[in-house]
T-cell receptor, first 114, second 116 residues
Framework: DVKVTQSSRYLVKRTGEKVFLECVQD?????MFWYRQDPGLGLRLIYF???????EKGDIPEGYSVSREKKERFSLILESASTNQTSMYLC?????????????FGQGTRLTVV | AQKVTQAQTEISVVEKEDVTLDCVYE???????LFWYKQPPSGELVFLIR??????QNEISGRYSWNFQKSTSSFNFTITASQVVDSAVYFC?????????????FGDGTTLTVKP
């Protein structure tokens, strides 16, 4: 089974802190994604990556950056956390060949910024 | 631009009732893919079904069935004889012809509560 693992289920951080959310997948997928989930807003794409050291902005990249140094790992970085970044963050991966295959999701990280 | 609308924000049913979750989509692509995912309280989105735009056959999998109608741009999901374990948030998603499934456009989700 494909496994997408996010390093933390719950995080509480202070305003202004630098926050790292880590995601690892074990199926050698080329593509990895970070989403943010908020009530009534569905899933919104923050950043994605089609290859190592490659990144592209999604729909809401402001306030975030990403890092992909290894194929299996995709990190989301909040340079200076703010309270409006309190949310559920979901990581996903999918194979390159799969325009029509599903995405595989991690269990989510619920981040609270106080 | 693509759009997915799940008009039902929340649905509550009693166990054993049938329930249909609606999904309406917009796209200009002639080839596209539709998905349903389930998000239980544990948080992880779980893939349920994928359908491409050329396959309008309805599908049944156990208590789950899906009705795809291109004429009305709808891809509705029905749970027959609902169970408490069906309680979850359900997302409908759309990806275009040259779009990886991970970049799908998601609906806002429908929260289904099944009461015993």
């Amino acid at each position: 089974d494909v496994k997408v693992t996010q390093s933390s289920r719950y995080l509480v951080k202070r305003t202004g802190e630098k926050v790292f959310l880590e995601c690892v997948q074990d199926m050698d997928h080329e593509n990895m994604f970070w989403y943010r989930q908020d009530p009534g807003l569905g899933l919104r794409l923050i950043y994605f990556s089609y290859d190592v050291k490659m990144k592209e902005k999604g729909d809401i990249p402001e306030g975030y950056s990403v890092s992909r140094e290894k194929k299996e790992r995709f990190s989301l970085i909040l340079e200076s956390a703010s309270t409006n970044q309190t949310s559920m963050y979901l990581c996903a991966s999918s194979p390159t060949r799969g325009f029509n295959t599903e995405a595989f999701f991690g269990q989510g990280t619920r981040l609270t910024v106080v | 631009a693509q759009k997915v609308t799940q008009a039902q924000t929340e649905i509550s049913v009693v166990e054993k009732e049938d329930v249909t979750l609606d999904c309406v989509y917009e796209t200009r692509d002639t080839t596209y893919y539709l998905f349903w995912y389930k998000q239980p309280p544990s948080g992880e989105l779980v893939f349920l079904i994928r359908r491409n735009s050329f396959d309008e056959q309805n599908e049944i999998s156990g208590r789950y069935s899906w009705n795809f109608q291109k004429s009305t741009s709808s891809f509705n999901f029905t749970i027959t004889a609902s169970q408490v374990v069906d309680s979850a948030v359900y997302f409908c998603a759309l990806s275009g012809e040259n779009t990886n499934a991970g970049k799908s456009t998601f609906g806002d989700g429908t929260t289904l509560t099944v009461k015993p």
